[in-house]
């Protein structure tokens, strides 16, 4: 799950509000829509972290970039007829380069949230997770909130959901990491004492991680995450939805979830 907060909480509010002005200017009732472009161009070129197991990341052995949201990418483009082209770039920026249009989409877990959907459209989901914590292998203290994290300091995405989450609650020391690996690393030599990430990403670090880390609790509710692209392209939404709602009944969501995660995590659990 990348349930992220549209930018860091110190200047969420007016960076949105700078974003949907932009967009406005870019994007004038005349505009094409996006499927016109993408398809006469025949290519879709498609945003993500790159350095977020098991989700988008860098194979060691081929450099490539793999990962259910990689999976899942390149399983629209060819429903869509395109040629995936993909860029990687930092969490913290990945939703203004979208309004800026230096991307068609971000495939790379995205909480669809109230804020977001001021700025963007989404397409229907595609992954649905929940937060969770990670905490040492041989930490003695059982947190089962974040409340029970007073005093203590916890690491987080940048500009994530997770960190909304954390600096909601009075007390918690937090500290913002701009991916994934430094903040586990962090976790691992004791220089913060818990974690808080995605629940899907956890049980994937529990098999292929060698660092001494385990899982904690889950402490949020379930998220849904889908791919967000500029509004005004309502063609295009269509189609995304439709490529979606194909790979959803032929079972390619579940069998891609089920190879990364071991669970279909691509429908709300029962």
Same mark, same amino acid.
């Given at each position: ?25 870019v994007? *004038?009732? #005349? ?12 290519? /879709? ?20 970039? &793999?990962?259910?949201?990689v ?40 909480? $669809? ?24 292998? =041989?930490?003695s203290?059982?947190?089962? #909130?974040?409340?029970?994290?007073k ?5 987080v ?10 600096? #909601? ?8 990491? *701009?991916?994934?690996?430094? =903040? ?7 220089? $913060?004492?818990? @974690? ?8 994937? /670090? ?10 904690? &609790?889950?402490?949020? @509710?379930?998220?849904?995450?889908? $791919?967000?692209?500029?509004?005004? =392209? ?35 659990a029962?």
């Amino acid at each position: 799950m990348r349930t992220l907060s549209f930018f860091s909480s110190r200047r969420r509010a007016c960076q949105l509000g700078a974003v949907v002005l932009a967009l406005g200017a870019v994007l *004038p009732a #005349s505009a094409a829509d996006l499927l016109d472009t993408v398809k006469a161009r025949g290519s /879709l070129r498609i945003a993500m972290e790159g350095t977020y197991p098991p989700f988008n990341f860098k194979d060691g052995k081929t450099g490539q970039l &793999a990962g259910y949201d990689v999976d899942v990418a390149k399983a629209v483009a060819a429903r869509l007829g395109l040629k995936p082209e993909f860029v990687t770039t930092e969490w913290s920026a990945i939703l203004a380069g979208l309004a800026s249009g230096k991307y068609d989409v971000i495939v790379s877990q995205v909480g $669809i949230t109230a804020r977001r959907e001021q700025a963007f459209d989404f397409s229907q989901p595609y992954t649905w997770s929940s937060p969770q914590l990670i905490v040492r292998r =041989n930490e003695s203290i059982a947190y089962q #909130s974040l409340a029970d994290l007073k005093g203590k300091t916890l690491g987080v995405g940048q500009g994530s959901v997770f960190e909304q989450q954390a600096r #909601s609650v009075p007390g918690i020391l937090v500290k913002s990491y *701009p991916a994934a690996p430094e =903040n586990l690393q962090d976790l691992a030599f004791g220089r $913060i004492d818990a @974690a808080l990430n995605d629940s899907l990403m956890v049980a994937y /670090l529990l098999k292929n991680s060698q660092l001494p880390i385990k899982a904690g &609790a889950r402490v949020g @509710a379930v998220e849904r995450m889908g $791919i967000p692209f500029r509004k005004g =392209n309502p063609k295009f939404k269509a189609a995304l939805d439709g490529a979606l709602a194909g790979l959803q009944a032929d079972g390619s969501l579940k069998a891609l979830s089920t190879r990364w995660f071991g669970s279909d995590a691509s429908r709300p659990a029962h």
